[in-house]
C-alpha cells in the first residue's frame, strides 16, 4: 500500500480502529504518501466516497494530479481509465483478501474490469464464478434457473422413475418385465407373455413348434416351442388361419362340431346337450373342392353347375336343407413338361332359429347329394386333393 501512495500516518496509524472505512487513489510505485486517501472510523455503518477523473491516463481529484502518476494500465492490456468516477463503497479497492462486513472486497483490477460487484453480473457474461453451496438457500434455485441440456445422467440419483415425469419418445430396450414374471415384454425377440402359472397368452412374431403361431393361449409351457395346435386353447397362425376350442360364456353358450370325411354320405352330430330352454341359434356349413395337376393336353375351360345337398335335424327330425353350388375351372395343359391344373368347388350355409325349449337337444347334419365337376380333359397320371367340412355350431343366448 506504501509503494502504491499510502501514508503511515492515516493507513499505518495505531488509531486505525476495526470497522473503519479507507480509500486510496494512487498507482504502483508512485511512492508513500504520494496517493490520496480518505479515512473514516465510524463504525459498522461507515463509508468513505470519492469523486475523481481520468485525464490524458492520469488520475486526477479535484483538477489535480497525484503526484508522479504515470498513464495506468495493468499487465494484461486494460486501461485504469475504465475506473468510473462515482461513489461508491470503500469495499472497493481494498486490499486482496480484506474482508468487510463478512464479505471479501474486491481488488481495484476486479473492479476497474468488471465495472461491478455483484457476481451474477460476471456469470451473465459468461465468467467463472464460484459459490459456496453452503450459501445458497435450500429450495431457492427452481427450473427457470437451470439451462436446458446440463444435467446429466452421472447426477441423478433417484429410487423410482415415478420421481421423473417426461415424453421420453422412442425408447429402446431389451426384456421388460413385472416383479413376479407374469408379464413379460420380450422387445428382442418381439413377443409380449402372460403367464399367470395355470394358462398363458403369448404374442409375438412367429414361435410354436415351428414358428406358426403370432398368437396362442392354453396351457401354461416352460418352452415356448412346446405350443401347439393340439394343446392350443385358441390360436391366430401366420399363414391367417385360426381356432378357437374353448367354450363361450357370459350368457352365451356353444356347441360346435364337424366332420372332414369326404364320403358323398358324410354326416356329423352334435350328441346330447344341455339348454336352458332360451333361443338356440344352429349354423350348418357345407364345404368341398378338389385340386390336380394335370399332365395331358387340355383346353382351358369353367362351369358352374356343381352342387351339394345339406339337411340339418334336430332331435332326429329334419328342420332344414339347403342346396350349395359351386363350379369348376380347368386351366391349359400341353405335356407333363407343361402341365395344367383342374380345380373346382362348392360352398354354402344355413343358419336355423330353434324356439322349441327343452333342457337337452341333439342336432345332426348329413350330405344327401354331391353333384361334381368334369375332372380333367384327357384325364391325368397326377393324384388329386380333395377336401369336404360339414360343421354345426349351436349359440344359445
Excluded at 39 to 56: D, E, H, L
Excluded at 162 to 169: E, Q
Excluded at 328 to 341: I, K, V
Excluded at 367 to 380: A, D, E, F, I, Y
Aim: aromatic share 8%; with cysteine.
Amino acid at each position: 500500500m506504501y509503494n502504491c501512495g499510502a501514508s503511515r500516518s492515516v493507513f499505518g496509524s495505531s488509531n486505525f480502529p476495526a470497522w473503519s472505512s479507507y480509500l486510496l487513489i494512487g498507482q504502483k510505485g508512485v511512492g508513500e504518501g504520494n496517493g490520496t486517501e480518505y479515512f473514516s472510523a465510524g463504525g459498522p455503518s461507515s463509508y468513505v466516497r470519492a469523486t475523481f477523473s481520468i485525464v490524458n491516463g492520469v488520475p486526477s481529484i479535484g483538477g489535480a494530479s497525484i503526484k508522479d502518476a504515470r498513464d495506468l494500465a495493468f499487465s494484461d492490456g486494460r486501461g485504469v481509465d475504465v475506473l468510473r468516477g462515482v461513489a461508491e463503497g470503500a469495499t472497493v479497492g481494498a486490499p486482496s483478501g480484506t474482508m468487510v462486513g463478512n464479505t471479501e472486497a474486491q481488488t481495484v483490477t476486479n473492479w476497474a474490469y468488471t465495472g461491478q460487484q455483484d457476481p451474477a453480473g460476471r456469470i451473465n457474461r459468461g465468467e467463472t464464478t464460484t459459490i459456496n453451496g453452503g450459501r445458497i438457500t435450500t429450495g431457492s434455485i427452481t427450473a427457470n434457473q437451470i439451462a436446458a441440456n446440463t444435467i446429466t445422467a452421472d447426477r441423478l440419483n433417484v429410487t423410482s422413475l415415478s420421481a421423473l415425469s417426461a415424453n421420453i419418445g422412442d425408447v429402446t430396450a431389451g426384456v421388460v418385465r413385472n416383479a413376479s414374471g407374469s408379464a413379460k415384454f420380450d422387445l428382442n425377440a418381439g413377443r409380449i407373455i402372460f403367464d399367470n402359472g395355470s394358462v398363458m397368452k403369448v404374442s409375438g412374431n412367429g414361435f410354436g413348434s415351428s414358428g406358426q403361431f403370432i398368437e396362442w393361449f392354453g396351457p401354461r409351457k416352460a418352452n415356448l416351442a412346446d405350443c401347439t395346435e393340439a394343446n392350443a386353447n385358441y390360436y391366430l397362425k401366420t399363414d391367417g388361419s385360426s381356432y378357437f376350442g374353448g367354450s363361450l360364456s357370459a350368457g352365451t353358450t356353444k356347441n360346435a362340431i364337424g366332420t372332414t370325411s369326404t364320403a358323398t354320405n358324410a354326416n356329423v352330430t352334435t350328441g346330447l346337450v344341455g339348454s336352458r330352454g332360451g333361443t338356440r341359434v344352429v349354423v350348418l356349413s357345407y364345404s368341398w373342392s378338389w385340386s390336380q395337376s394335370v399332365d395331358k393336353f387340355q383346353n382351358e375351360g369353367s362351369g358352374s353347375d356343381l352342387s351339394a345337398q345339406i339337411v340339418l335335424s334336430r332331435n332326429g327330425a329334419d328342420v332344414a336343407t339347403r342346396t350349395a353350388t359351386g363350379s369348376w375351372y380347368r386351366d391349359p395343359a400341353f405335356s407333363a413338361d407343361e402341365p395344367g391344373s383342374y380345380r373346382e368347388g362348392i360352398g354354402g350355409s344355413l343358419t336355423f332359429t330353434d324356439n322349441s325349449g327343452g333342457t337337452t337337444v341333439t342336432y345332426s347334419a348329413r350330405l344327401t347329394g354331391r353333384n361334381t365337376g368334369p375332372g380333367p380333359q384327357n384325364g391325368s397320371n397326377r393324384g388329386g386333393i380333395a377336401t369336404q367340412n360339414i360343421s354345426i355350431v349351436q349359440t344359445e343366448q
